[in-house]
């Protein structure tokens, strides 16, 4: 077997060197392109018109509703309770009062007897049809101010209803309604699905949550049949951030909001949150000062605009079958059904088996060697998740990672550049006696089946990896269609870079999402999808300057010990 002999331009080192920089420059920008993306809108001031939402006037209330724990049964729940009530009736004239029992394993606790929910009907100008419905919990968990938790959403329907009132009527009847003992076991939500006149007026359901004290706030859930529901959304949601996979993965997590009642009650619904900056979600650092005012002004936004477009719909019917979505930069979100699964998996499997075909009758793969580079990726892949996994157990022990805060986009870089770094070197070591092109043809292969087996088991989910595997694997079989000179050439870097486009969006913006919700909690997730990434863009091998084949592992290790010293010295 002979050693791979790096393949050199007829323009020599200098002119490899360009091509380099090239590639290079593109994946950095591409990425820091998409993460440019990934904020949510500018806040509005005071001064905005009466019929926009401004998260200004909408801190307002924040600020008497956060200023200190309100949970279930203390006096400062009582206080919000009544700055609600004469808030409401000052926009819109007395709000209708819901009592219930708390419970018996509630009340041993230490909770109030009785819950109040806070309900306020706006009515339409065609009256008769389903009515939409706005919802967010007014309670915090002890010890919390609870300002995003839900502070965040109860201040979002507040300036919805104010804006609303500002102008002209809606079709449809919309209901506000401020929940209690959410933090008890939405036993708020379950009062009003069950007990409440109201409830059987309802169409549709839009819940407004917080995770977190920062970032976009994302549409992550949907009830079922949602293909309706997925294609308004995306015509009327400014700055839509969303994507069936977030739906997937919520459902695994077992975790419960309001809108978990009012499905269970025949509803369909929407869920909307906010999850960055965590480690603040259910602590006392939960206050005002460090809540995102652009993710209120988020909220507001998905408000305001999905109110009045759902508030005109007929929403006796509103369900269709189930889509796949996602969206692009929070610029435009792409559905399809989710039917399309099997014939995109049957078409990805012929795609893939045919630019096997070409590389071998090119004679620029061989099956052995094939196989070889799936196995050096899967290789790659579990060196990378043993080490980090290891490493990060035992730096989670420190108390200035454990209790990170603002500063874990240093430890997440820090993850980020090491995982790349861990990759690179694999390669160099264990790829030695292969060809580039039978290492960028063994990782694509080697996801083919993993995009297969998720497209089964995760409906919602495929799209991440199937597009980008579609495209990946087209520049792949176009280098083979091509003389081995040209396949190292400008303008195939260009082909690579277009088709290399999804992969590092759809990625880029599913691991920021990710590593806002997880944080540091479970790396071997992060560091899993990066690793993807890093397969889908294996074929830009081609351009590495192979005369320091060790500096980018080097220098991605160096900017790792960097960012972990940053995310140190932030603490």
């Known amino acids: 077997m002979k050693h791979y002999a790096p393949e050199q331009s007829d323009s020599g080192v200098r002119s490899h060197l360009v091509r380099f920089v090239l590639a290079a420059g593109f994946l950095c920008g591409a990425i820091a392109f998409t993460l440019y993306f990934m904020n949510p809108p500018a806040a509005i001031g005071e001064d905005a018109p009466t019929t926009e939402f401004a998260s200004a006037r909408a801190l307002e209330h924040l600020r008497v509703i956060a200023q200190r724990p309100h949970p279930v049964g203390s006096v400062e729940h009582q206080a919000v309770f009544d700055y609600l009530v004469r808030q409401v009736s000052r926009l819109h004239g007395p709000p209708d009062i819901q009592t219930a029992p708390v419970g018996n394993e509630s009340a041993e606790a230490g909770a109030a007897p009785s819950l109040q929910n806070i309900v306020v009907r706006l009515e339409g100008s065609a009256p008769g049809g389903r009515a939409l419905m706005l919802s967010a919990h007014y309670d915090s968990v002890p010890g919390s101010p609870g300002a995003s938790d839900d502070g965040s959403g109860v201040v979002t329907l507040l300036e919805t209803l104010r804006a609303l009132k500002a102008g002209p009527p809606l079709k449809n009847d919309v209901i506000f309604l401020f929940t209690d003992g959410e933090e008890l076991g939405l036993l708020g939500a ?330 540091l909690s479970v790396p071997y997730v992060l560091v899993g999808l990066e690793g993807v990434l890093l397969g889908l863009l294996i074929p830009f091998i081609k351009f590495a300057y192979v005369s320091h084949k060790w500096a980018p592992p080097i220098f991605f290790f160096v900017v790792g010990l960097i960012c972990f010293g940053g995310g140190l010295f932030a603490s």
């Open 190 to 519: 379950n009062a009003f699905a069950g007990e409440h006149a109201w409830a059987k007026d309802v169409g549709l359901a839009l819940n407004f949550e917080a995770r977190g004290s920062g970032g976009p706030v994302f549409m992550f859930e949907t009830s079922r049949s949602n293909g309706r529901l997925v294609k308004e959304f995306s015509r009327a949601a400014p700055h839509p951030f969303t994507n069936s996979l977030m739906s997937e993965f919520y459902k695994l997590l077992g975790n419960d909001t309001d809108l978990t009642v009012f499905k269970r009650a025949g509803l369909a619904g929407l869920n909307f949150a906010h999850v960055g900056e965590a480690a603040n979600y259910h602590s006392p650092q939960d206050d005002i000062s460090r809540l995102n005012e652009r993710s209120v002004q988020h909220h507001g936004t998905y408000a305001l605009a999905l109110t009045r477009h759902f508030g005109n719909l007929d929403l006796r019917n509103i369900e269709a079958p189930d889509v796949v979505y996602f969206d692009v930069l929070g610029l435009k979100v792409f559905s399809y059904p989710q039917t399309w699964n099997h014939p995109l998996t049957v078409t990805l499997l012929l795609l893939a088996a045919g630019v096997a075909a070409l590389g071998l009758r090119a004679g620029r793969l061989s099956l052995s060697g094939v196989v070889r580079g799936m196995c050096l990726f899967i290789l790659s892949i579990a060196c990378a998740l043993i080490v980090t996994t290891v490493l990060w157990e035992q730096v989670m022990t420190l108390p200035q990672v454990s209790a990170a805060g603002r500063n874990v986009v240093y430890f997440l870089w820090s993850l980020a550049a090491i995982t790349v770094s861990l990759i690179s070197a694999t390669y160099i070591l264990a790829g030695r006696r292969m060809r580039v092109d039978e290492r960028s043809a063994g990782a694509l292969l080697a996801l083919v089946p993993l995009a297969a087996a998720v497209n089964l088991a995760l409906p919602g989910g495929g799209f991440l990896l199937t597009w980008p595997l579609i495209f990946s694997l087209i520049a792949l079989g176009a280098s083979f269609l091509l003389t081995e000179p040209r396949a190292s050439s400008l303008s195939y870097l260009v082909l690579l870079a277009v088709c290399g486009l999804p992969g590092v969006v759809l990625f880029t913006q599913m691991l920021h999402n990710i590593s806002q919700g997880i944080g």
